[in-house]
């Protein structure tokens, strides 16, 4: 069993940045691989970073080059820096783990966090 929290979530600036975190308490989360949703209000629930439990990381296209996802095994803790924010990434972020994937894709595993609401407006 794995439980979530994330935090780090906010009202910012278009071109801002926000870290989010996700503390992952439970067994073996060295193990996981871990990932980062977004779901904005109407819209279904997307994909936004994985890692895999070596490092290995993919993005959407949406995303790819302005947010980063990385990892801390020591503090059974992944991070999402989001930079350039735009005000289409408001939604509220879920960390997910337990998933699959090998770099090239992630698909989510049973364990989600409770989410944390990321507005970007002026």
């Known amino acids: 069993q794995v439980q979530l929290v994330e935090s780090g979530g906010g009202l910012v600036q278009p071109g801002g940045s926000l870290r989010l975190s996700c503390a992952a308490s439970g067994s073996s989360f060295s193990n996981n691989a871990m990932g980062w949703y977004r779901q904005a209000p109407g819209k279904q629930r997307e994909l936004v970073a994985a890692i895999t439990r070596r490092g290995t990381t993919n993005y959407p296209d949406s995303v790819k080059g302005r947010f980063a996802i990385s990892r801390d095994n020591a503090k059974n803790t992944v991070y999402l820096q989001m930079n350039s924010l735009k005000p289409e990434d408001t939604a509220v972020y879920y960390c997910?783990?337990?998933?699959?994937?090998?770099?090239?894709?992630?698909?989510?595993?049973?364990?989600w966090g409770q989410g944390t609401q990321v507005t970007v407006s002026s």
């Open positions: 997910n783990a337990g998933g699959r994937g090998d770099g090239s894709y992630y698909i989510a595993g049973p364990y």
